[in-house]
Structures are given as C-alpha cells and as structure tokens.
T-cell receptor, first 117, second 115 residues
Framework: AQKITQTQPGMFVQEKEAVTLDCTYD???????LFWYKQPSSGEMIFLIY??????QNATEGRYSLNFQKARKSANLVISASQLGDSAMYFC??????????????FGQGTELSVKP | EPEVTQTPSHQVTQMGQEVILRCVPI?????FYWYRQILGQKVEFLVS????????KSEIFDDQFSVERPDGSNFTLKIRSTKLEDSAMYFC?????????????FGEGSRLTVL
C-alpha cells in the first residue's frame, strides 16, 4: 500500500491566487513527521514546511501553510498568492518513528504546479 | 548557509562500468541517505547510513550498490556494474536529527546516464 498519496499529477493556478496541493498518508506509527519539498526544473529538492503528528497547530512558513487533518490522514499544502516562481514539482513526504533511528523520508508521486500569468 | 554538495553533476557511462557518486554532507549531520529519481517519476529511497554502517536499505539497493564514508566528510555511492535502468538522478541527503522532526537536506543531484 502507498504510504504517501498525491492524487493530482498536475495543477494550474492563476498568478496571485491560492492553491491547495493534496496529500494523504498511511501509517500505524503514532509519531511521524510530514514534509513538503519543492523541485524546480533545475532539479534540486527544496524543503518548504514541516508538520509533526503531535503538533496542535497547522504549520505555516511565509506563503506556505499545511492543512493538517489527522483523523483524515491528510496534510495538504496551501500556497497563498501564487507567483510565477512557484511553478515546480511538489512532493509530500513522511518520516516515521520517534527515536533517533535515522528513519527515511518516504515520498509521494508529486504534483506538478504551473502558475499562469 | 551550509549545504550538501554532490559530484559529478552529470556522468555518462557505458553499461557494465563502475560508477562512484560523491557527496559531502553538512558537517554536523550524522544521518546520510541516497535517493534516486528516474526521469519523471517519484523520489525513491535507496539507503540510509548512520554511525558508519547501513541503517536501512531498499530492495533497489542490491549487491551492485555500496556506500562508504571513507574519510569522515565524503559519503559515496558506488554502482559496481551499471545497467541501463540505473539511469536516473541520484540525490544525497543528510540530517542532523534522526527522529521524525528533522528535515533532510538534499544535494543538487548527480545525473547518471548509462548507455
């Protein structure tokens, strides 16, 4: 079974509008972290935002916020006021385990976001 | 700002040749990873490394692959006898924390093309 599912292979958004990228996850571990990464066409992986499973508040980082719905096992990324430079592939990822075991990140399939002027 | 560096950025090799991809993780990080991304596909975990040994490896990481931290700064991925399907972008990553609160910092990737 997929641990991380991103159901939107591609999304379009008008510049200056907000967009939500969907992510659902599956884990039986009570302690986990959820991450979003951006991959522009140049290929590097850029960390955007983190949400811990025990965090009470939704994470925010500038124009990025994470809509964390634990009961539904979803961790959607919201980008407000989209800019042309936001056009990229976006990956949702999860890291399990509370102990310092160096657990790996598991990635979803990604969503390609295109921002239209 | 500290960063993970990878060399080479692009390598072209003939099928059956050995390839070594090099990475310099962030200096105070203790956890190291290799991932690969076949063109247009998702990022796949290969191996994690901590305390000078492999902590976990995926089914992709078969006997053709090996990792090493030879000198306390470099972290290398060796592919012993490359196959066409090894063509991919290979990302090195490192993390300061081993629990689920720490993000992984990625290098810019090494693109491997096997002919």
């Amino acid at each position: 079974a997929q641990k991380i599912t991103q159901t939107q292979p591609g999304m379009f958004v008008q510049e200056k509008e907000a967009v939500t990228l969907d992510c659902t996850y599956d884990t039986s571990d009570p302690s986990y972290g959820l991450f979003w990464y951006k991959q522009p066409s140049s290929g590097e992986m850029i960390f955007l935002i983190y949400q811990g499973s025990y965090d009470q508040q939704n994470a925010t980082e500038g124009r990025y916020s994470l809509n964390f719905q634990k009961a539904r096992k979803s961790a959607n990324l919201v980008i407000s006021a989209s800019q042309l430079g936001d056009s990229a592939m976006y990956f949702c990822a999860m890291r399990e385990g509370i102990y310092n075991q160096g657990g790996k990140l598991i990635f979803g399939q990604g969503t390609e976001l295109s921002v239209k002027p | 700002e500290p960063e993970v560096t990878q060399t080479p950025s692009h390598q072209v090799t003939q099928m059956g040749q050995e390839v070594i991809l090099r990475c310099v993780p962030i200096s105070n990080h203790l956890y190291f990873y290799w991932y690969r991304q076949i063109l247009g596909q998702k990022v796949e975990f290969l191996v994690s490394f901590y305390n000078n040994e492999i902590s976990e490896k995926s089914e992709i990481f078969d006997d053709q692959f090996s990792v090493e931290r030879p000198d306390g700064s470099n972290f290398t991925l060796k592919i012993r006898s490359t196959k066409l399907e090894d063509s991919a972008m290979y990302f090195c990553a490192s993390s300061e924390q081993g629990d689920n609160t720490g993000e992984l910092f990625f290098g810019e990737g090494s693109r491997l093309t096997v002919l």
